[in-house]
């Protein structure tokens, strides 16, 4: 890791945005839900189900759905977004899914559905990280039955540097040498990957330096899901 490297906003190579924060039990009609700050970015997640899958031909009689949602609000950023869905929101809807679907309980949910919409209040990049750790937590909160949560942050590489949880500068801005790498990851607290992505080019090597940070940094941000959870006053 290059010592002199220096971030735009001053941060570490390996060092994530502050502050980071959850909440649960933000939408108090929905069955679970939660919200998960990193940063400028802000995600809520609301959980609603099970229930029965409508059209029935889409049940499953082996195992439950999980559906996901993902949305970013139109005054999320400074350009209006148009509302509603796009390929972008569909991709990170199913990503989502995929996420958390190793951890969901699913086979105890025979042709149900648990719906999860997830909004976008703020977004500074790394909102599909952001969106599956409150996910996660919103899941937790409506008594799904999981074998973990997961938590989630983008590592990659800003020119020859790898780099951890890049912001919208970095994601989309940043032009020097190499441009910039992002790799959205999402791990189980014991360190197993359900999810990862690469937009850009990085070698092998970098790759397993950049998940080696990210896995670290899930760490810490489970630990401030898990405390969430427990603060739960119901
Ligand atoms: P992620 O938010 O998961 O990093 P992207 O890499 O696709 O996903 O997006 C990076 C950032 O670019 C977003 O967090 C948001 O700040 C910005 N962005 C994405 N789509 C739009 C859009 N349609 N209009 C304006 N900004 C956008």
Not at 45 to 57: E, F, L
Not at 155 to 172: C, I, P, Q, R
Request: positive net charge.
């Amino acid at each position: 890791m290059s010592k002199e490297f220096k971030r735009q906003d001053g941060r570490k190579p390996n060092e994530m945005r502050r502050p980071i924060s959850a909440k649960v039990g933000v939408v108090p009609n929905a069955d679970g839900s939660a919200m998960y700050c990193s940063g400028k970015t802000i995600a809520i997640a609301a959980v609603y189900g099970p229930k029965k899958m409508h059209p029935q031909h889409s049940q499953n009689p082996e195992k439950g759905t999980l559906r996901c949602t993902y949305n970013m609000l139109s005054f999320s950023v400074a350009d209006r977004i148009r509302p509603g869905p796009n390929r972008r929101s569909t991709e990170i809807s199913k990503i989502t899914e995929w996420a958390l679907e190793p951890v969901v309980m699913l086979d105890k949910y025979p042709n149900r559905v648990v719906d999860v919409y997830i909004h976008m209040i703020q977004a500074d990049a790394g909102t599909r990280c952001a969106g599956i750790n409150a996910a996660a937590m919103a899941l937790a909160h409506a008594g799904i039955p999981m074998k973990n949560i997961v938590s989630s942050i983008a590592a990659g590489k800003l020119d020859k540097t790898v780099v951890l949880d890049l912001d919208k500068y970095e994601d989309s801005e940043f032009k020097e040498g190499e441009g910039s790498t992002d790799i959205p990851m999402t791990f189980t607290p014991d360190g197993k990957l359900t999810h990862i992505q690469v937009d850009g080019h990085i070698s092998k090597e970098q790759l397993k330096e950049a998940m080696n940070m990210a896995r670290e940094a899930c760490k810490e941000i489970y630990e401030v899901q898990k405390q969430a959870l427990k603060e739960i006053k119901e």
